[in-house]
């Protein structure tokens, strides 16, 4: 089945500074990304995600990039600021299966 | 809109005791919910999904004769956890996908289960 990797488990970044998580997969056929925001104590948020017919997507200070090739897709943040402070998981979504894999998790503190 | 919501938020019953949790979808009709496991500082990891009017699929470990699963209605999947014991503390959150095809998952708050 799918497996998927995240790193790294813990981020810290300057306010203002980009923050980068990257995560991995190991099944080829997935063809779904979303990634969720999560802070303490509440529910995962979709901040972004991205099909398998593209290569990369923004909105706003969020990008997310997709390498089939390599079965790899990174979350890019943008002039960080304290309140993106959270857990953000990665998953992946089978082709074939409705259900989500989800990846082990980054704690991304921004400090003032 | 996609408005997930999930009843209790949190629940502290005594062991050996059943508890129910309701997971409802607000402004869509969910085809397909999901029931997740969160422990403190560690990942969703998925326990079962429910399609409505069809008996749930559950993930490889997890029991299906403790972990009871409903899904009666386009807006409604019940968990109940029966004859709970202090292991199985722990948050529990559900999510549901749009039946119009969307892959999206909207979660709900989440429940926290303590048993002592």
Redesign the interface.
């Known amino acids: 089945g799918e497996n998927v990797e995240q790193h790294p488990s813990t981020l810290s970044v300057q306010e203002g500074d980009s923050a980068v998580i990257k995560c991995t997969y190991s099944d080829s056929a997935s063809n779904?990304f979303?990634w969720?925001k999560q802070e303490l104590?509440?529910?995962?948020?979709?901040i972004i995600?991205i099909?398998s017919n593209v290569g990369e997507k923004k909105d706003q200070r969020i990008a997310v990039t997709l390498n089939k090739t390599a079965k790899h897709f990174s979350l890019h943040i943008t002039e960080t600021q304290p309140e993106d402070s959270a857990v953000y998981?990665c998953a992946a979504?089978g082709n074939y299966g409705?259900?989500?894999?989800?990846?082990?998790?980054t704690r991304l503190s921004v400090l003032p | 809109g996609a408005v997930v919501s999930q009843h209790p938020s949190w629940v502290i019953c005594k062991s050996g005791t059943s508890v129910k949790i309701e997971c409802r979808s607000l402004d869509f009709q969910a085809t397909t919910m999901f029931w997740y496991r969160q422990f403190p500082k560690q990942s969703l990891m998925l326990m079962a999904t429910s399609n409505e009017g069809s008996k749930a699929t559950y993930e490889q470990g997890v029991e299906k004769d403790k972990f009871l699963i409903n899904h009666a209605s386009l807006t409604l999947s019940t968990l109940t956890v029966t004859s709970a014991h202090p292991e199985d503390s722990s948050f529990y959150i559900c999510s549901a996908r749009d039946g119009r095809g969307a892959y999206e998952q909207y979660f709900g708050p989440g429940t926290r289960l303590t048993v002592t």
Request: net charge positive; aromatic share 24%; hydrophobic share 25%.
């Open positions: 779904y979303p969720y104590g509440k529910r995962p948020q979709l995600d099909r998981f979504k409705q259900n989500f894999v989800f990846g082990p998790g």
